[in-house]
């Protein structure tokens, strides 16, 4: 069975789950494919990519021009009757087939729609590691299914264009490496949870008030799916509790039996 603690501990080792990535091309955009890739290599290898949707419709046409550049293979399902959904329909029995195979350590869901929520409990109750990705509109059922919710906000690329005619200078402090942009043209759109970050930092900690960083990051995780510290302008875990001073106290320690440190944090 995954655990929480599983899923933070993926994030700093070498990627070995294989996964089934399964998009909803009814409940999805096309421009978060590159990010949205990038951010599953963080877990494992996508061994599968499949898209869902009426390829014959306008709505799909921008995820036409993506799916043969990125490896996707696209499954098509006619939109039969207006207001019901084939292509849920069609997902789910794929997802239920893969996961038959027993050849998959976790899928990946890529929908905003809360009609995969039963979908996301099954596998799940299988022992599969289940990654959501999704707008900042999924429904609060769907996030809290999966073992870990991304939303697909944090993961677009910029699209503001670079002034015209500036000094080389100006232009070359513009000019910043993808990983960068993705976070920093991300503004932080939500209040900081304070409350919840300390709770979870209270059930982390040692008997000393310690909390190491990873065991932090799990109960982040167990308590609230969704939960990314990209939503509140910072790139990764470690860097938000360094920049939060007036909650947080850190410290770096010595790995006992490696030759690296090891971030704790306490409450100030």
Not at 183 to 204: G, R
Request: aromatic share 10%.
């Amino acid at each position: 069975m995954v655990t929480p603690r599983q899923v933070a501990k993926i994030e700093s080792e070498e990627p070995t789950l294989r996964l089934a990535v399964l998009i909803d091309a009814d409940n999805a955009q096309a421009t978060v494919i590159e990010g949205l890739l990038a951010e599953i290599a963080r877990f494992g290898e996508a061994t599968v990519r499949r898209i869902y949707g009426d390829f014959t419709a306008p709505t799909s046409a921008s995820w036409k021009k993506v799916l043969q550049r990125y490896a996707i293979k696209p499954v098509h399902q006619f939109t039969y009757t207006t207001g019901k959904n084939a292509t849920d329909s069609t997902m789910i029995i794929d997802a239920m087939d893969l996961l038959y195979t027993r050849k998959f350590d976790g899928f990946c869901l890529i929908t905003s729609d809360s009609d995969f929520t039963g979908l996301a409990m099954r596998l799940r109750e299988e022992g599969l590691m289940v990654l959501g990705f999704g707008e900042k509109k999924t429904p609060m059922a769907f996030r809290n299914a999966c073992h870990k919710f991304v939303f697909t906000e944090v993961l677009r690329p910029s699209t503001e264009a670079e002034p015209v005619g500036l000094p080389p200078k100006v232009e070359s402090e513009q000019k910043t490496t993808r990983s960068q942009t993705l976070v920093e043209t991300t503004e932080p759109s939500l209040k900081f949870p304070k409350k919840f970050v300390l709770t979870a930092l209270e059930q982390s900690t040692d008997d000393a008030g310690w909390a190491q960083l990873g065991t932090f990051g799990s109960y982040l995780t167990k308590l609230q799916p969704d939960f990314d510290p990209r939503l509140y302008g910072y790139k990764k875990l470690s860097d938000l509790v360094k920049a939060r001073t007036d909650l947080f106290v850190t410290e770096e320690r010595q790995a006992s039996g490696a030759n690296q440190k090891v971030l704790y944090l306490r409450a100030k």
